[in-house]
C-alpha cells in the first residue's frame, strides 16, 4: 500500500489517507454575517467526493472584528452552527473526515474599523490600518472566545480543532517579539496567550479528539525568528495540550533582505522534518506538494505524516483520487457513481 493511502490514527480520529486540505479562505460569504453558504457547502463536499482523507475548513473567526474581510467565515454566535452542520454531515457519507481552523486575524483583519493586535504595530502596506493593542483583560476576554467558537465547532460535529498560529494573526502576533512589545504578562511570556488558548479549547473539546495548531516555523522578515525559537515555542504548545503541528512560514511582514528559499515543490517539509524529530509529534507538511510521486516521497522519509495539497487542490478537487490511481491503481476506491471512468 502507498503510504499516502494508507490510514492513520491521531487520539480517537482515523483518517482513511494522509491527504489533507489545508484551509483556505474563499472571501464568499455575501450576506457578511459569517454563514456558510452554498458555496462552501459545495466547495468542501466535492473534495470529500474527491477523496481527501480531512478537510479542514479555511479560517473561522472567533468575533466579526477578526475577520480578514467581511466575507470570511465565522463561529461567534449558536446561529452559525447549523450551517456548518449541513457540511460535515455531508462530508461524511464519502467517508472523509472534517475540522475547522479557528483564529483572528488581529492587525491583519482589513475591514474591521480598528484592529487589535498584540501591541500597536501596523503591518505594513496602504492596505492595513492602524491596530490598538489589547488590554490584559481584553486578552483574557479573547480565550474565551476562542473557546466559544471551539465549543461550537464541536456541536457542529467537526473531527478535529486546527487553531491558527501562522501567518501574521492574532496568535503569532502574540508569540513573535517583532509585534510583541507588551509590558503585561503577555509580553513577558510571548507563548502564554497561545497556550491559554490551547488549554480553553482542550476543556470544551472531547478527551479523544486531536488538537492541531498551525505555526509559520520561520519568519523571512528581518529581525524575524527563526526554527530555534518556533521549535521552543512548539515545545510549548505541545505541553499545553497541542496533539499534531501544521508548519508553515512566513506571512509577519515583507520578505527581508536575507530573503527565504526558492519557492519550489517541498520547499517548506525540512521544517515539518525539524520540529517532528525535535519534539516526537506528528506534523502536517504544506509547500507545493501536489505531486503525488513527491507527497509519497515526504512520507516514506518519516518527514511528515500527513500531506496537506492546498492550491493543487484549488484546481482538481478530485486530487486524491488522481494521486492515488498515480501511485497505486489497485487500492483506489471512487464513488461509485464514477466507477466506470477508472
Known sequence: MALLSSPLQLKGLTLKNRIVMPPMCQYSVDAHDGTPTDWHFVHYVSRAVGGTGLIIVEMTDVEPDGRISNGDLGLW?????????????????YGSKIGI???????KA??????????????PGSRYKQPRALTTEEVQAMVVKFAESARRAVEAGMDTIEIH??????????????????????????????????????KVIPADMPLIMRVSAVEYVDGGYGLEYSTELCRRYKE????????SSGGEGPIGSAGRPGVHPGY??????AIKQALD???????NLDDAKLAEATLGNGDADLIAVGRGMLRDPY??????????????????QYGRAF
Open 77 to 93: 454566535s449558536d446561529e452559525q452552527i447549523p450551517a456548518f452542520s449541513r457540511i460535515v454531515s455531508e462530508v461524511h457519507k
Open 268 to 273: 517548506q517539509v525540512p521544517l515539518a522534518r
Open 165 to 202: 498560529g501562522a501567518h501574521g494573526y492574532l496568535i503569532h502576533q502574540f508569540h513573535s517579539p517583532l509585534t510583541n512589545k507588551r509590558d503585561d504578562q503577555y509580553g513577558k511570556d510571548p507563548a502564554l496567550f497561545g497556550v491559554e488558548v490551547i488549554q480553553a479549547v482542550k
Open 319 to 336: 486530487w486524491a483520487i488522481h494521486a492515488i490511481r498515480t501511485l497505486s491503481p489497485e487500492e483506489l476506491e471512487p464513488p461509485k
Open 240 to 247: 499545553a495540550g497541542v496533539d499534531v503541528f501544521h508548519l
Open 110 to 123: 482589513e475591514d474591521a474599523e480598528v484592529p487589535v493586535s498584540a501591541s500597536a504595530i501596523a503591518f
Open 281 to 287: 509529534v506528528p506534523v502536517i507538511a504544506v509547500g
Open 101 to 107: 481552523q479557528i483564529g483572528h486575524a488581529g492587525r
